[in-house]
């Protein structure tokens, strides 16, 4: 995705922002259906904390409107760097913003941002750097950072099969990867769909695996670009990606620690073949 060059800010200032102090203001009824919705491809979804706005400006989400709660700008507007200065700027009495999340997590500055294109496996074939597939880890938090990982490291894209996940666009992803779910593309595919590709394409599978006899360090050895496929946190590698797989590695490590969380190893796998 394109970054924005933009350096404008946009400012919740007092004479440029409408106000929403009921439950029953339309634009507070149009961030309930968005937190409503449980639409694989949803046409609007929401954006929270600076960081993560930011972030998703700057890779070309385009944004329909930004909220900020009243108490988060009691001391002074806060700015957005980069966002355009015409996109629709509100701010919401706190009460109103509480009883629209319900239990969902609240924040105190979010947007509602139009949905750009899912990415595809077929994104994958003109780019370089190697593929991570997590083959059915579920934990949200460990697939937003490895995101972030893949995208430091350089990685083509992250393929999820069997994540629970019904959209990339997920509020937990987008917050646990900081934004960079936008960055580095996220592909949502079938075990079936995913088998295809890496075979269409000829790509070389390696895996992690305790019991392995080859030393992660030894991955450098394979200099063809790689699907490192990460199994779930309970089950490991499907056997659908297992007969796959040509190259397993073993990460050693002191035996009074049982395994090491999905996220650390992907980016030890990252790096480990980046180096080579």
Known sequence: ????????????APATVQRIDSARHPAARRIADVLRSRSERP?????????NIEQAVACGVELDGLYATESSVANGPPALIGVDPDV?????????????FGEQKHSRIFAL??????????????????????????LVGNIGAITRTA??????????????????????????????????????????????????EQLSVAALSADAVDALSSIGAVTRRLAIV????????????????????????SPNVESLNVSVAAGLALYEHRSR
């Open 1 to 12: 995705m394109a970054a924005a060059t933009s350096t404008r800010a946009t400012t919740f």
């Open 43 to 51: 046409k609007v979804f929401v954006l929270d904390d600076l960081e």
């Open 88 to 100: 629709p700027v509100h701010v919401i009495d706190d009460a109103v913003a509480r009883s629209l």
């Open 113 to 138: 941002a139009h949905s750009p294109r899912s990415p595809r496996l077929s994104d994958l074939i003109e780019t370089t750097g190697d593929i991570i597939v997590l083959d059915g880890v579920r």
């Open 151 to 200: 995208c430091a490291l350089g990685a083509a894209g992250i393929v999820l099969l069997e994540s629970g996940l019904r959209t990339t666009l997920d509020r937990r992803l987008i917050r646990a990867s900081r934004g960079l779910v936008f960055a580095t593309p996220v592909i949502l595919a079938s075990r079936a769909e995913c088998a295809d590709f890496i075979q269409r």
């Open 230 to 253: 990460l199994g779930g946190e309970r089950d490991g590698v499907s056997s659908e990606l297992d007969a796959l797989t040509a190259h397993r590695y073993a990460i050693p490590m």
